[in-house]
């Protein structure tokens, strides 16, 4: 399978990254919410929030490639052909999704950097990106833990399009994105 897309299908490289970052945003989400099931200052609560910290900041490195495949790159066609106020929409979707994975990294990086607490990535620790300001600090946490809970309708709605796209309107949206042997069954 060629690694680049090409105009009737996602190489394999988006299609790697696509379910990675897919699977990347999962643990993110899981590490966060179990953080609330232990005691504030144990270890495991500790533990799951750098976790967080550093699967998040994953998505931020691996957002870049993607966006460089996408805009350098061709985007596959879907067939047979959605009108155009679908292509719009998805667009419009995909865009909104390229912003939550850059905009929800960078908001807890700068909130940690306010905070003044350290922003560790595997072995790494990364530079604070502000002066400590704990008003602040809060704002930015806010404004991370609002978009994150709009970021489950954004990636379900999505979900739920490519569904509607296979399931009903009976195009190759979903194959297209899944690896060659699914495709063929
Ligand atoms: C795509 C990436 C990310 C997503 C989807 C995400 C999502 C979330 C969500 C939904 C919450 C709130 C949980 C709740 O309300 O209980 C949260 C909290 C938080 N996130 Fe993220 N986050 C991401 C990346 C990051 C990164 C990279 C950092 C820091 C380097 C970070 C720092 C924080 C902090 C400090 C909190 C508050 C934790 C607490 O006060 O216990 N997040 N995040
Ligand atoms: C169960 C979950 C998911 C399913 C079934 C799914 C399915 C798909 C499908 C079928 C496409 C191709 C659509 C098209 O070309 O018009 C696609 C593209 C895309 N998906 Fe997902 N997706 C899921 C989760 C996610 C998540 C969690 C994100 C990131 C937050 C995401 C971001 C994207 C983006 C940005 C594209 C556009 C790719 C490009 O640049 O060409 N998806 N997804």
Redesign the pocket.
């Known amino acids: 399978m060629n690694w680049k897309n090409t105009i009737d299908r996602y190489g394999s490289l988006s299609i790697a990254m696509h379910w990675l970052m897919l699977l990347l945003?999962v643990a993110?989400?899981v590490c966060?919410?179990l953080?609330?099931w232990f005691p504030r200052g144990s270890d495991l609560r500790e533990g799951l929030?750098m976790w967080?910290?550093m699967l998040?900041?994953a998505?931020?490195v691996l957002v870049f490639l993607r966006m460089a495949i996408r805009w350098f790159g061709v985007s596959p066609r879907i067939q047979p052909e959605p009108v155009l106020w679908q292509k719009r929409l998805a667009g419009l979707m995909h865009l909104a999704l390229y912003i939550f994975?850059v905009a929800?990294?960078l908001l807890?990086?700068l909130?940690?950097s306010a905070a003044g607490k350290p922003?560790p990535f595997f072995g790494l620790q990364l530079p604070a990106l502000l002066g400590v300001d704990k008003t602040l600090a809060d704002s930015l946490?806010e404004i991370?833990?609002t978009i994150?809970?709009i970021?489950y309708y954004l990636i379900g709605m999505h979900a739920a399009a490519a569904l509607f796209h296979h399931y009903v309107a009976r195009d190759n949206t979903l194959l297209r994105m899944l690896p060659r042997r699914n495709r063929l069954a």
């Open positions: 945003l993110v989400y966060i919410n953080r609330e929030k967080h910290f998040g900041l998505v931020f994975m929800m990294p807890g990086w909130s940690l922003i946490k991370h833990e994150g809970t970021g």
